[in-house]
């Protein structure tokens, strides 16, 4: 079994079962809480939200959520607005500067609308959430590419980080 065989979950916990997992671990020796996996944290949102109030609450650690930043797709409404004082950082996948592309690399159920909303998602996310940050995979990305990234960062206000490749 590989290293990542052990994050496949059997069923989805629910918001009780994790909050009482947090027992199981020295908070204290945790600098960051993230939200992440192998698919959209914010398909439950619900839960996160109350997590992050317990963990504020409880712990006074900071929190973060990784995404692909579709949560107001996924939800049919706007959302950045719920991560007010819940949720420290939000990192994006932004993947690539271009639309066409970033639809290919990730084939969104939503179709051609997922680029814009995802910019849409982040530059919200600027107004509620201290630290926003969109992210690229080095080596996958031509250095015009990058620096039309960063642009793109730079005119929504969010940092702009390329994550090193882990193949």
Known sequence: MGESDSLWLEREPTCEEIIADFENFQMKDYRELVFCGFGEPTERLDVILKVAEYAKKTYSIPTRINTNGL?????????????????????????????????????????????????????????????????????????????????????????????????
Not at 128 to 135: D, F, G, L, Q, S
């Open 71 to 167: 949560s107001d797709l996924i939800h049919g409404e706007k959302t950045a607005h719920l991560l007010q004082g819940l949720i420290d950082t939000v990192s994006i996948s932004l993947n690539t500067p271009d639309a066409q592309r970033y639809h290919e690399l990730v084939r969104s159920r939503f179709g051609d609308i997922s680029f814009q909303a995802m910019l849409d998602f982040a530059r919200d996310c600027t107004k509620y959430v201290p630290h926003v940050v969109m992210t690229t995979v080095s080596t996958t990305l031509t250095p015009e590419e990058e620096q039309q990234c960063a642009k793109i960062c730079e005119e929504i206000g969010a940092a702009y980080r390329i994550r090193p490749w882990e193949g």
